[in-house]
């Protein structure tokens, strides 16, 4: 079971600035330009922590909730870590090239949905899209399921 516990959301400040940094990295075509985005990750404030199994926890640096039309709630969250449950099952070193995890997760009025868990990812700017994406992964994402609001 993941816990993750969310004090406060990021703000549109901060978010540019992680944004800004995120779309400076892509420009670059250097192997280890995703580091930049997990620094200007780690320089952001601490909103929140995330655990597996009560044991190990990891700092949540960015939370972003965005309301969606059809009433849903769009929750992301990024770590500055590339949290790996080896790690967490092994309490050992690191894996991966990628050094931020996100969690993407859809909860309904209820507080009740699903989400995503993509570990060690590579977050990159689309120009053509003017969007972040997503492109490599240490590991396969892992769905979440019964997610749940427990306030």
Known sequence: MLEIRIREWTTEEERE?????????SSQSTRNRNRAVAR????????????LRAQTSWSVRYSRMTQMPDGKKRIILATDRPVS???????????GDFDVTLIEMTL????????????????RWNDGDNK??????SSQPIKLGNVRRTN
């Not at 600035?17 to 400076?24: A, D, H, P, T």
């Open 17 to 25: 600035q992680v944004l800004s940094e995120i779309k400076e990295a």
């Open 40 to 51: 200007a990750l780690r320089c952001a404030s601490r909103v929140g922590s995330m655990n």
């Open 85 to 95: 449950f080896s790690e967490a099952l092994n309490t050992g070193s690191v894996v």
């Open 108 to 123: 309904d009025a209820e507080g009740n949905g699903d989400g995503v868990l993509s570990l060690g990812t590579e977050v």
């Open 132 to 137: 972040i994406e997503v492109t490599n992964f």
